[in-house]
């Protein structure tokens, strides 16, 4: 079946270095992507999203990319802050109005 | 802003006790969302709504049933509680672009 992964569980990055979440995903025909971001006892927040007919999108200190041909996509965050220690979810969608499948979420921790 | 509320942020219930979750959403969206979230399982949906009287079961409806009597409002119902279904429960409701808005969570323990 289809599915939304990440490559790893856990990133461990120091402060003031750029951090650069992956994800994987299976299903060609989606056409919607959004990255969100959960911190602890909270409910998730919406970071950025793309849709298919881009490759890159740019947002405050964060940048989303889309490699279709791979089915791959990244979060980049730049300067990494304390603030953005975080467990991180890439979802995908197909059509709209239908139902996001997230992925099982990566933490993401800041070094002093 | 967009606001999701969740009335209870942590619930203590007993084994065979019915729970309701409750939800309100105030961006007059038509699409509402529950999931339940567990570590290392990720976000799993249980139901949707896509209008008012309309439910649709997600991946892991069982146990669970819903309620839709008012656009702004989306509650879960636990018939019969029991200790598995102990979780984080996540309510949402999706904007036009297919964003979704997520409340803050109610953490649900089952004795």
């Known amino acids: 079946g289809e599915s939304v992964g990440l490559h790893l569980p856990t990133l461990s990055v120091q402060e003031g270095d750029n951090s650069i979440i992956n994800c994987a995903y299976s299903n060609s025909a989606s056409d919607y992507f959004i990255w969100y971001k959960q911190e602890s006892g909270k409910g998730p927040q919406f970071i950025i999203d793309i849709r298919s007919n881009m490759d890159k999108r740019q947002g405050q200190r964060v940048t989303v990319l889309l490699n279709k041909t791979v089915k791959h996509l990244s979060l980049q965050i730049a300067a990494t802050q304390p603030g953005d220690s975080a467990v991180y979810f890439c979802?995908?969608?197909?059509?709209?109005?239908?139902?996001?499948?997230f992925g099982k979420g990566i933490t993401l921790s800041v070094r002093p | 802003d967009v606001k999701v509320t969740q009335s209870s942020r942590y619930l203590v219930k007993r084994t065979g006790e019915k729970v309701f979750l409750e939800c309100v959403q105030d961006m007059d969206h038509e699409n509402m969302f529950w999931y339940r979230q567990d570590p290392g399982l990720g976000l799993r949906l249980i139901y949707f709504?896509?209008?008012?009287?309309?439910?649709e079961k997600g991946d892991i409806p069982e146990g669970y049933s819903v309620s839709r009597e008012k656009k702004e409002r989306f509650s879960l119902i636990l018939e019969s509680a029991s200790t598995n279904q102990t979780s984080m429960y996540l309510c949402a409701s999706q904007g036009d672009t297919g964003e979704l808005f997520f409340g803050e969570g109610s953490r649900l323990t089952v004795l």
């Open positions: 979802a995908e969608e197909f059509g709209a109005n239908s139902k996001l499948t």
């Open positions: 709504s896509y209008d008012v009287k309309m439910k």
